[in-house]
């Protein structure tokens, strides 16, 4: 199962000019091995780009994307990397959505794709990044 990031469906779904095609192939390719779905912070971030009535899910499902709801342990170790990054010093551009999206991958589907993987291997070591190549 991998999940995937808000960005990567942005670039989708408003049909980014430089990275709409290689988020999309990104998605197929993920979908060709497997189950592809997204958490609820996704589903938030989504739904607040989205200029329609419908649901983030309405959006997302016709792709073949699934939601799969953050366990209990996923928002704990989201909040214990959200607490490091502050101690590290981090800036308040960082939310605790961010955190969410990775603990969610990492300890429910093992796999992430996003645009952002500085971020995502930094805090959470040992998930597999998948990046759009634009």
Request: contains cysteine.
């Amino acid at each position: 199962m991998i999940a995937v990031d808000s960005s990567v469906l942005l670039d989708v779904l408003a049909g980014d000019e430089r990275y709409a095609d290689a988020s999309s192939a990104s998605i197929e390719e993920a979908l060709s091995v497997g189950e592809v779905v997204v958490c609820d912070a996704v589903i938030a971030e989504v739904q607040a780009m989205l200029e329609t009535r419908e649901t983030a899910m309405d959006s997302l499902s016709p792709l073949g994307i699934r939601y799969l709801q953050t366990s209990e342990q996923a928002a704990v170790r989201a909040g214990h990397m959200q607490r490091r990054f502050r101690d590290r010093g981090g800036r308040r551009e960082r939310v605790v959505a961010d955190f969410l999206i990775g603990a969610h991958a990492l300890l429910q589907c093992g796999a992430l794709i996003t645009r952002d993987a500085g971020f995502f291997r930094d805090y959470f070591k040992g998930l597999k990044v998948i990046v759009p190549k634009a």
